[in-house]
């Protein structure tokens, strides 16, 4: 909570750094140089790239590009999960009253089964082994498969 209370903050003062370093060159208008112009810019082009991304950065080109990927939407909360080429997977879990959490490690996977060794806690509904059936991934737990509400590809939008 305190993150996204520090993101609201800098976001603000980000917005009003820009107002006052306009009124800045308003009142210096007739001395003005592409130096002082410099600051403005800057967080202009911050400001915008936080808000709409125009410089395109793309983090699956620093994570490593996804080969396979699951959704998972509850009444209150969503999760998706990422195989990576590199072999590395990631479930971001995100909830009501912010709740946000990242589980990580490495899979292997052999046909419709996906082998996980979690660097992190084991998130709820999911074991270190899971199938796929049909669009839909099942944990396995005592040769029994148990749903784990996840299906494959982008999320939908169902809740």
Request: overall charge negative; glycine content about 6%.
């Amino acid at each position: 909570m305190l993150f996204f209370l520090g993101i609201a903050i800098l976001f603000f003062w980000l917005i009003v750094k820009i107002i006052i370093e306009i009124l800045r060159l308003i009142k210096q208008r007739k001395n003005l140089t592409f130096k002082l112009f410099i600051p403005i810019l800057i967080m202009t082009v911050l400001l915008l790239d936080g808000l709409f991304n125009p410089l395109k950065i793309d983090l699956d080109k620093v994570y490593g590009h996804v080969d396979f990927r699951a959704c998972y939407e509850g009444t209150q909360n969503q999760a998706t999960f990422k195989l990576r080429e590199s072999g590395e997977f990631d479930i971001h879990w995100t909830g009501v009253f912010f709740y946000d959490e990242f589980f990580t490690g490495d899979y292997v996977k052999n046909g419709d089964t996906i082998l996980l060794d979690f660097k992190t806690e084991i998130p709820r509904n999911l074991s270190d082994t899971l199938v796929i059936d049909g669009d839909y991934i099942f944990s396995l737990k005592s040769d029994t498969l148990i749903s784990t509400h996840f299906y494959l590809g982008y999320c939908k939008g169902l809740n």
